[in-house]
């Protein structure tokens, strides 16, 4: 009897011991790339465990659709895997709470990193960018070009203004079933927020984000002048486009994917988006016509500085970071590490590479070759790290106004382009000129509130 009990406990803990070990061997890896799940995903956890075979390593990929609003949820209960893409909620003072030390900005600056301010804090950091994008204007050159349009005069926003009217006039009375010149996007919020990305183009001045913005009581609208400000130029031309019906019929109706087929068809012009974009418009292109890839082209926002410039933000997609709680740290950054590097996520996927010796896709390379000055916005220095979140924190009329605004968040910019839209079909007179004063007296409690913390600005 003794004998048989003794086999039942050996035969126990080796199961225990190799359920432990296979535990230990594997981590759970976090990202939003739900559609890359059976393809470079999966090419890249094969590679990783192939490389690493010696050691048994194993990576488990968890993708989420509502990755923001998920992952925010499980890192408040400690449930958020072993290796992750970092959300953009998880402010940079509160990284060290979640995720592990990388390395520093310093040393990774030297060796080449591009975009590591993006989940950085006090001189530490905490997310690899898994890729680069550049901010821009997504392009359909064949519509460009019949309706003699030519891109490179496209410098100011009344000549992009007049080009989109242009292009509408000639997909009206051309195209089958023509959607828009501009397409807003509109429907999906997140589209709208894509418009952040020009700030640094509307400025002229890669310093403005992080040592001006937070401090800026013109940004939106210049009292002064009673016209719009810095940044305040940029929402301005959405709400022409919008007003002047150059855009898509509906602002309800969420036709992101349908808008790839939709442009490769040349039923639409143009709309804001990041280079991350660029791939997936030329795959669905190829899908509709072999070929038709060629189409797609990318042009920066239309604000041309006063030295004659244009300035292009490039900044961090996504950064990869290691959960703090993770009981596989060492097999969490290796994989991290070799997603970003050895297996080059960015280069896969049509992206910039975060490195700077690093090759840059061909559009963007044209993108480059045009003129385009591509600059990473200038970092705030320690002493003013969070001055811009504080200033969106409280840029708002009230503590219950839930149209605070922070400059990514889709909520303020959805309800600015609705009332665009209420004016275009005569459900409102608001002007551009009110609705951006209405913005900028709220950014001015923001700013207060940075005087208070930070001083003057930089």
């Known amino acids: 009897m003794r004998k048989i009990t003794l086999g039942i406990i050996l035969i126990c803990a080796l199961i225990i011991m190799i359920g432990c070990t296979k535990t230990r061997n594997t981590i759970t890896f976090l990202t939003n790339r739900t559609d890359l799940r059976n393809t470079i995903l999966k090419d890249a956890t094969n590679e ?55 390395g520093t900005t310093e040393q990774m600056t030297e060796d080449g990193w591009k975009g590591i301010h993006a989940k950085a804090y006090q001189g530490d950091v905490y997310g690899l960018p ?24 496209l410098t100011t926003p009344e000549l992009f203004l007049s080009a989109m009217g242009k292009i509408n006039n000639y997909g009206k009375e051309n195209i089958s079933d ?60 959405l709400y022409d486009l ?68 244009l300035y292009v933000s490039i900044s961090a997609d996504y950064t990869i970071g290691v959960a703090k709680n993770s009981k596989n740290k060492e097999l969490a950054e290796t994989f991290a590490r070799f997603f970003v590097e050895t297996y080059n996520f960015a280069e896969k996927t049509g992206n910039i590479p975060p490195k700077a010796d690093a090759n840059y896709p061909a559009k963007i390379q044209a993108f480059r070759d045009s003129g385009a000055i591509l600059v990473e916005e200038t970092p705030a220095p320690f002493e003013y790290e969070g001055a811009l979140s504080l200033a969106e924190k409280n840029a708002a009329s009230s503590v219950t106004d839930e149209k605070r605004i922070a400059i990514w968040d889709s909520v303020w910019i959805m309800d600015f382009a609705t009332t665009a839209f209420d004016v ?26 940075v005087e208070k913390t930070f001083g003057s600005k930089p």
Do not use: C
């Open 242 to 309: 919008i007003t002047n019906d150059l855009v898509e019929s509906s602002p309800t109706t969420d036709a992101w994917e349908e808008s790839k087929i939709w442009f490769a068809q040349g039923k639409i012009g143009a709309m804001a988006v990041g280079s991350w974009a660029i791939v997936q418009f030329e795959e669905a292109a190829e899908m509709y016509q072999t070929g038709k890839s060629e189409d797609i082209g990318y042009m920066p926002y239309p604000f041309e500085n006063e030295d004659g410039e």
């Open 130 to 153: 898994i890729a680069l994008q550049s901010s821009g204007i997504l392009i359909n050159l064949d519509i460009f070009n019949k309706a003699n349009v030519h891109v490179a005069e």
């Open 48 to 102: 990783f465990e192939k490389l690493y075979k010696d050691k048994g390593w194993k990576v488990r990929v968890e993708t989420i659709t509502d990755y923001e609003n998920v992952v925010s949820t499980r890192i408040s209960g400690r449930n958020y895997g072993d290796v992750l893409l970092i959300p953009q909620t998880v402010e940079n003072k509160d990284l060290n709470k979640y995720f592990e030390v990388l």
């Open 424 to 449: 275009r079909d005569n459900r409102s007179q608001a002007t551009v000129e009110s609705l951006l004063e209405a913005i900028q007296q709220k950014w001015n409690n923001g700013v207060e509130e």
């Open 178 to 237: 023509f959607k828009a010149a501009f397409y807003t996007h509109t429907a999906t919020g997140w589209g709208l927020s894509q418009w952040a990305a020009g700030i640094t183009t509307a400025a002229g001045d890669a310093d403005y984000m992080n040592l001006i913005l937070p401090w800026d009581k013109q940004a939106f609208y210049n009292n002064e002048l009673e016209k719009p400000g810095t940044i305040g130029k940029m929402y301005a031309l």
